[in-house]
């Protein structure tokens, strides 16, 4: 008998409010400088389980409402989430409105998502979020969106929708960890509190934040994902291929690999367009909490990344190997990394971080002179720790989004792969499927 198409029907959406008001002395939170430079846009994140078993489910009760209640005691301690950004006084007023809350049901089993390897049609799995991936800040916008959807076989996904305007990975980690952490009903002790000290630390300055022109909705946008899975055995066959043995110091990066054989791939596609490769320009955003202020708490919450700008002349790429590429990328994040360390702790310093993002806004849109591709990591983050109570995740996915030339890389959930979300037009995706490297390494 034919399966039906996936569908998922949501049946409730709600607001859920902190469990106790948020006093007035923290009713207006200024974003920090690294706030200010984010993009205009939500972070599409979910997190999928097994179905519990029946003692566990009968000692939380209803999986949806344990996680509304722990929830709202949660938004006690992030209570910006709860509130509204107001981007003409760069400030979110803390009025506690409420994070969006939805339920959905879906008509296939769990199993039916994870069985593939890969997803053919990452724009199927937006259905397990609870709001359009786009552009957001506007006032009524939530600062965080929600949703359970339960499947047929008891399992269900968590879709979160975070606002970059206040939050990195780090920062959503740090939700995401307290959150699961209540599961018993008591704050787990182990699991800091969050501080809302950037905007202290990094005052804003007025600048422009990052220009991706991102719709508030996918409806009319010409943009295909794929999904391409590295696991570890060909991570291993590229770190061979960079000159890496195993007894060798500087163990290279499987991000820094999967990312040098995409840019090695769009450059051929480029080519192949064109005639010849225009410039290129590939920006990896770089997470700093662990890198430069090592007295910065792990639970400072708010952006707190930059800009790795790497480049390449017209027609550079075409006699460059994959090696060069991985070098290329590895310099420009130490690069960066270093001049950040040197120099973020004097206010003079903050040209370094601000310069790379208005340099990404002269490049993002001049199609016609430059490639433009922007590549980030959720690699190495926490979410799939996150146990709340029913388990640890069995895999976690973002969706589709509706903007080109962007990737974003996860851990697959043995944690020694990486799953790769690409987002391009259709010509130039039909050829990266056809990249001879594309082929031998990925799934």
Same mark, same amino acid.
């Given at each position: ?16 409010? @902190? ?18 430079? !984010? +993009?205009?846009?939500?972070? @599409? ?6 179905? %519990? %078993? ?7 009760? &209803? ?18 989430? !709860? ?38 049609? +990452? ?40 606002? /970059? ?7 959503? =980690? ?12 008591? /704050?787990? /002790?182990?699991?800091?509190? @969050? ?10 300055? *007025?600048? @422009? ?15 295909? !994902? ?23 110091? =500087?163990? %290279? ?61 017209? *027609? ?23 001049? =950040?360390?040197?120099?973020?702790? /004097? ?13 990404? #806004?002269? #490049?993002?849109?001049? &199609? ?17 720790? !996150? ?57």
């Amino acid at each position: 008998m034919h399966k039906p198409k996936m569908k998922v029907t949501d049946y409730l959406s709600k607001f859920v409010k @902190p469990s106790r008001p948020t006093s007035t002395v923290d009713r207006y939170f200024k974003i920090s400088l690294f706030d200010e430079l !984010a +993009p205009s846009m939500n972070i @599409p994140l979910i997190l999928y389980y097994s179905a %519990p %078993p029946k003692d566990i489910n009968g000692l939380f009760g &209803n999986i949806c409402d344990h996680l509304e209640d722990t929830l709202s005691k949660t938004l006690s301690e992030f209570y910006p989430l !709860a509130g509204r950004y107001i981007r003409k006084l760069l400030l979110v007023d803390c009025n506690d409105q409420g994070v969006l809350y939805v339920l959905g049901k879906a008509n296939v089993r769990l199993s039916e998502i994870l069985g593939l390897g890969h997803v053919s049609d +990452p724009g199927a799995l937006n259905s397990f979020l609870p709001c359009e991936v786009g552009e957001v800040d506007e006032v009524n916008d939530p600062m965080l969106s929600i949703k359970v959807t339960t499947f047929e076989c008891g399992g269900f996904a968590i879709g979160m929708c975070f606002s /970059h305007r206040i939050s990195d990975m780090g920062a959503i =980690c740090n939700f995401i960890d307290n959150w699961a952490s209540r599961r018993n009903g008591i /704050h787990k /002790h182990e699991v800091n509190s @969050p501080i809302f000290n950037l905007a202290t630390c990094f005052t804003q300055r *007025g600048l @422009p934040e990052l220009d991706v022109r991102m719709p508030r909705s996918s409806v009319g946008v010409k943009t295909i !994902a794929r999904h391409f899975v590295f696991k570890a055995k060909a991570i291993s066959a590229m770190r061979e291929k960079v000159g890496f043995n195993e007894n060798g110091p =500087c163990r %290279p990066s499987k991000v820094q690999l999967v990312v040098a054989l995409l840019w090695k791939a769009f450059v051929h596609v480029d080519q192949a367009n064109n005639g010849q490769s225009k410039a290129s320009f590939l920006i990896q955003p770089v997470g700093l909490r662990d890198k430069v202020l090592r007295e910065l708490p792990t639970n400072s919450c708010g952006n707190f990344l930059t800009l790795a700008p790497s480049r390449l002349r017209p *027609g550079e790429g075409e006699n460059i190997t994959f090696p060069d590429f991985f070098k290329i990328l590895r310099d420009s994040v130490s690069k960066t990394v270093k001049d =950040c360390t040197k120099t973020l702790t /004097h206010e003079e310093g903050y040209q370094v971080v601000i310069d790379p993002y208005l340099e990404s #806004n002269r #490049n993002m849109f001049t &199609n016609n002179v430059v490639s433009f591709y922007f590549c980030t990591s959720w690699c190495k983050f926490s979410y799939y720790q !996150a146990d709340f109570g029913y388990g640890k995740p069995v895999w976690a996915s973002t969706g589709k989004l509706p903007t080109q030339n962007l990737v974003i890389m996860m851990d697959d959930h043995d944690g020694d792969g990486v799953e790769a979300w690409v987002h391009l037009d259709q010509k130039r995706m039909k050829k990266l499927e056809e990249d001879s490297d594309i082929k031998a390494y990925a799934i």
